[in-house]
């Protein structure tokens, strides 16, 4: 039986958005939206706190790992809100899989949902205030 580990190669790269040179925010529906901060967001507990919660609640689907089949980095990104709640996920990078379309779209619906029902994260901080910011989170799955 093959064990599913599901890596965690965190980073807040500045993917989102395309800010342009020297642009450290975005207007996105009459808010601003940090894309470069003082302190970074961060979940409850830490990276480690981050991983262990995504091991958790993303479900990989049977069938992806009865085809062998590795679905690689998927980028999400998402908006910490000033209040720390987590709003505005999408999968930003996403595998090809015309083997297994369906179970991949319920391998990224699970991630998805899990994002979506995080607990409130630490805001970002600029210039000692709580901002709205940018949060990509890289999400590799090794098969085993």
Do not use: C
């Amino acid at each position: 039986m093959k064990s599913i580990i599901t890596g965690l190669l965190l980073g807040t790269a500045i993917l989102l958005g395309q800010p342009s040179f020297g642009q450290t925010s975005i207007q996105r529906n009459g808010e601003t939206i940090y894309t470069e901060v003082e302190r970074q967001p961060e979940f409850p507990g830490g990276k480690r706190a981050l991983s262990t919660y995504l091991m958790k609640n993303v479900k990989y689907p049977s069938a992806l790992s009865k085809t062998n089949y590795d679905p690689g980095k998927i980028i999400v990104r998402f908006v910490v809100g000033r209040n720390g709640v987590v709003k505005n996920v999408e999968i930003s990078s996403k595998p090809a899989a015309a083997e297994a379309q369906q179970s991949l779209q319920n391998y990224l619906a699970s991630i998805l949902n899990a994002i979506e029902r995080m607990p409130r994260w630490r805001p970002a901080e600029v210039n000692g205030e709580r901002v709205a910011s940018l949060y990509v989170l890289p999400v590799q799955v090794f098969v085993n």
